[in-house]
């Protein structure tokens, strides 16, 4: 832990991370008094973000969560106040090297616009989560405008690697705990830190005014630029990163009660 103080008083940014963060992992209902505490600190001048790896957030958090600015496909889509700022795809060489890949049976989920491609092998079903969104085969991914792949392998560690080396602009993460059979690759630029300094901008506040939350390996590139970290669970990787922690999402009520009388 860095042990920076806390930041007080306006203007301020309040980054988060989705899964682990504001919702339990694998669950993603808000906790019950989370929205109202928002709110109060949005009704004091405050702003909010998410900032997440997912491609868009699931139905209903933005209704009950009026956020200023919102990051998805791990920043590489950045949309504020309502209006798209940024949207990064693969080029078509930097997609052709992240899916020759030797996993064989590995299941993919590639994302664009909104919509879920899913390839799978024959003895796999899709998730009950993928049948909710309607996958469509990965054959019929719009050339040009694919913004993030996932993996789910037990060998995903070794095409991480590789592409860490060969590849090295492309944004890559997961594969090791707590995610150790699934990675995700977004194109060049497309990671959190990118994200959330384009956002700071849109919303005229500052770096060092913001406060970043997340749980995981993908949450490091905000944690490096943040003003201020709060790192959500246990994960060793993000110590070093973090200014304080929190045990998880049932904790962030009175993390941001406690802010409010900073204000």
Do not use: C
């Given at each position: ?14 980054a ?20 109202a505490?928002?709110g ?24 009950a969560?009026?956020?200023d ?23 078509d060489?930097?997609?052709?090297a992240v899916?020759?890949?030797?996993m ?5 989920v ?23 969104r ?5 054959a ?5 405008r ?5 993996f789910?392998?037990e ?5 991480a690697?590789?592409?860490?080396q ?14 150790g059979?699934?990675m ?8 959190k830190?990118?994200g ?14 913001t ?6 390996d993908?949450?490091?590139a905000?944690?490096k ?6 790192q959500?669970?246990?994960l ?8 304080e922690?929190i ?8 993390w941001?009660?406690s802010?409010?009388v900073?204000?």
């Amino acid at each position: 832990m860095s042990g920076r103080p806390r930041p007080q008083g306006l203007p301020l940014l309040l980054a988060f991370d989705f899964d682990g963060t504001l919702v339990p992992d694998g669950d993603p209902q808000l906790p019950p008094d989370l929205p109202a505490a928002l709110g109060r600190l949005q009704q004091r001048g405050v702003r909010l973000a998410a900032i997440t790896g997912r491609d868009v957030l699931p139905p209903g958090i933005e209704d009950a969560i009026s956020f200023d600015a919102v990051a998805t496909q791990n920043g590489g889509q950045v949309t504020v106040g309502g209006e798209v700022k940024q949207v990064l795809y693969f080029s078509d060489e930097e997609l052709a090297a992240v899916l020759d890949h030797a996993m064989p049976g590995a299941r993919l989920v590639m994302f664009s616009g909104g919509q879920m491609y899913v390839d799978l092998p024959e003895d796999q079903v899709p998730t009950a989560q993928q049948l909710a969104r309607s996958p469509r085969p990965t054959a019929e991914v719009p050339r040009g405008r694919v913004q993030k792949v996932n993996f789910f392998h037990e060998g995903v560690a070794a095409h991480a690697a590789h592409l860490r080396q060969h590849w090295p602009d492309l944004t890559v993460t997961g594969a090791q705990p707590p995610y150790g059979q699934m990675m995700t690759v977004t194109p060049r630029g497309a990671h959190k830190g990118a994200g959330i300094t384009l956002l700071a901008e849109a919303l005229e506040i500052p770096l060092a005014r913001t406060v970043a939350f997340g749980d995981s390996d993908n949450d490091i590139a905000m944690f490096k630029v943040a003003g201020y970290v709060v790192q959500s669970g246990t994960l060793p990787l993000l110590h070093d990163y973090a200014d304080e922690s929190i045990a998880g999402p049932h904790e962030l009520v009175a993390w941001l009660d406690s802010l409010l009388v900073d204000l």
